[in-house]
């Protein structure tokens, strides 16, 4: 009967001169500060979020994420094949962040002398550069992620920071406590993007590109035991856990990035499981 039913609709539709295009939007992921969100919409060919582009596979798959200070509403745009334009607003939840006071860090590394600018923007220019980084041909992303060392997590992705007294940037990735040594694994599949570096603030670092954007960060390595260009499978050992930047111990700093915006990395890890919704438009345009 449902199948008649819906038949029925289609034929309608037909007759109408309309096509079955039915421009449904299925999100899946919670619309919070600091997550990542995985969508779905048939026939779309380019999505942006508050006018930032994101890539969209051939089925109308596409990734995009929400900062840690998003704000409670985002602007998401599809465009779809027909040139039809579909604007939704999508309420975006506040979070909670703790604050972490850290106590005995090198105070050069709290208070960069003069001398340490020029490395300071040698790490900026050489992370900006991997995480600006959008690569359409790699579809990694769909083959799923998994945590890259076990331990305790020694500090929260978003905790504002305190080092020695003196407030700093947000905490940008996970802090996962292992000991010195101890292998990390590739997240997911992907090609690295950079490896090494020993740079101020990160020590050494692997940054892995899993396409559209998207990518993993490894800090505080004692050793990167990968090349810029490898492919790599979830998995693969591609470092050990170090204590090199601005550390007070050993551990893994483990980020996320999509488009260059820093998201909690253990989102990746939820994205099989994540609750799924339709969304209606806002407003329709034509292109
Ligand atoms: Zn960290």
Redesign the pocket.
Known sequence: MRNNLTCLICNLLLAMGMTASAQALELCGTLKQGELISGHAFNATEVTVDGKSYTVDADGRFLFSLARDAAKNVKLSIVYQDGTIENYVLPVAENTWDIQRIEGVEQRKVTPAKADEAEILREQKDVRAALTSINPDIQDWQKGFELPVEGVIS?NFGNQRIFNGVPKNP?????IAAAEGTPVKAAGDGVVLLSGGNYFYSGNMVILDHGYGLQTIY??LKEAKVAKGDHVKKGDIIGLVGKTGR?TGP?L???ASLNNVRFRPHALLEMDLKQCRQYLPDNKERL
């Open positions: 500090g905490h940008s990735g996970t802090d800090m505080h550390v551990h700093h483990w980020g």
